[in-house]
């Protein structure tokens, strides 16, 4: 029998706001080192998935929203097992995963759906696309990182904790003081928390409209990001592309040797790697700066309720425009540095927690300004310390992307695994037609990082 529920307003947003050029999907890629057993799959599906109740329900839109809907799960319907064709295997794997992107899910079943590539260099890859009203991407990285196991042989035991970072810090849920600051920094703020916080009360509509101006009018007091080939009207045509492995090692060795930190290491040679293409696509370098915007955790500490969509931004600028790669080394620590001091929650654009429930004239408005002021969404997953498995399967790599809205025409996630890092591309093809270019130049720009050593004065004769 099934049960009927409504969207609560924050999950009914990215609904509103999806078009066909910029999907509301979270995607996923995991690289087995082993072929990965179907069956297996389908039943750590069956007890850990299953289990939170989003994932078996889909929706049903009537004239007010929509509405959960619950009933039977056809998990063969949800895990396609695909063969890549023949040739380089990376680059058809890269061409798999930009084409579901841009695939919509089926709206008459539940929004999430799982391809297995049975053979990828010996061992599999799964790729996986779960849409943002069911969570958002923090929420949904964990509920994929849940599925996973510490041995090949299953167990319930979470992943270590992390080593504590920064960047890791702004995926944890507030803690009783950040929330308490919250409430005591204005009434609009308090009303806005109330509203994330606690989803299935009432919507209050002028509650909403106060909030959403609040941060309209911080969007809209950033200035311009550079006019770039990221700025103008996706064509709904995805390529995704990641970079080679890079040891932490080496980017601590740099953040050592340098005196920045690794965030800062891995961001400076994204920016020159962007650096080198727009020179490439014979655009002016000079004083170039992209506005990312990285995902804000805006759940409380301790809360039950680990789905749905509690979320905001958190903009940060990469100076992309300076050639010298030392050089746009320390401005880009220098800015990570100024983005942590100035860091709380209630500098967290909440925009698209409220767009949903305003007019479609608005959102439109509301999203042609945020195209206007950034240039892509940036996230940094935190993954494990040491592998994790999969149905018994050691997970090699693992990239994760939170999707574009609007006009944006970029996602760019990095990940720390196992004691490496990788940095991801998922582009729309009116923006950037190969991104390869861009994520493939990644590890050679860490390397320009790299202090020269001193040379040594000869001593006269």
């Known amino acids: 029998m099934s049960t009927l529920e409504r969207l609560g307003s924050l999950d009914m947003t ?108 010996g061992g599999s890859a799964l790729i996986a696309r779960v849409h943002q009203c069911i969570a958002d991407s923090i929420a949904l990285i964990g509920v994929l990182q849940s599925l996973t196991d510490a041995s090949p042989v299953a167990a319930s035991l979470p992943p270590p904790p992390a080593v504590p970072n920064f960047f890791d810090r702004l995926y944890a ?86 005196g920045t930190s690794p965030n800062a290491v891995l961001l400076a040679s994204l920016g020159g790697a962007l650096h080198d293409y727009l020179q490439r696509q014979g655009a002016t370098t000079a004083s170039v700066e992209l506005r990312t915007l990285m995902p804000v955790n805006l759940r409380s500490e301790g809360t039950d309720d680990v789905l749905g969509n509690r979320w905001g931004f958190m903009p940060i600028e990469l100076p992309v425009g300076i050639a010298d790669p030392l050089d746009r080394l320390a401005e880009t620590h220098r800015r990570v540095n100024a983005f942590t001091d100035t860091y709380d929650a209630q500098r967290a654009l909440g925009l698209f927690s409220l767009i949903g429930q305003t007019p479609r004239a608005v959102q439109l408005q509301a999203l042609k300004l945020l195209a206007t002021k950034s240039s892509a969404i940036l996230c940094h997953v935190p993954g494990a310390r040491q592998a994790r498995y999969l149905a018994g399967a050691r997970i090699v790599e693992q990239m994760f992307w939170s999707p574009p809205s609007g006009d944006l025409g970029l996602a760019i996630s990095v990940v720390r695994y196992d004691g490496r890092y990788q940095v991801g591309l998922l582009a729309d093809a009116a923006m950037v037609s190969d991104p390869a270019t861009i994520s493939d130049a990644i590890e050679g720009q860490l390397g320009l990082l790299k202090p020269k050593p001193a040379r040594r004065r000869k001593t006269p004769a």
Not at 21 to 48: F, S
Not at 209 to 234: N, Q, V, W, Y
């Open 173 to 258: 849920p507030l803690t009783d003081a950040m929330v308490d600051g919250i409430k005591l920094s204005g009434a609009v703020w308090a009303k806005y928390l109330s509203l994330l916080l606690n989803p299935q009360q009432v919507f209050d509509y002028a509650r909403a409209s106060t909030a959403l101006a609040l941060e309209i009018g911080k969007l809209a007091g950033l200035r311009d990001d550079s006019h770039t080939f990221l700025k103008g009207e996706p064509s709904g045509v995805k390529r995704a592309s990641w970079s080679g492995l890079l040891p932490e090692s080496a980017v601590l060795a740099i953040a050592e040797a340098t």
């Open 14 to 121: 990215w609904l509103q706001i999806e078009r066909n050029t910029n999907l509301m999907q979270v995607v996923g890629v995991l690289i087995l080192e082993t072929p990965l057993d179907r069956a297996a799959v389908a039943e750590c599906l069956r007890t850990r998935l299953l289990p939170m109740e989003r994932f078996g329900q889909h929706v049903l839109r009537d004239t007010v929203g929509a509405i959960w809907e619950s009933g039977q799960v056809d998990l063969d319907a949800h895990i396609v097992p695909v063969a890549l064709p023949p040739g380089d295997e990376t680059v058809a794997l890269r061409q798999l995963v930009g084409e579901l992107a841009a695939t919509p899910l089926d709206p008459a079943r539940p929004l999430w759906q799982l391809h297995l590539v049975t053979r990828y260099r």
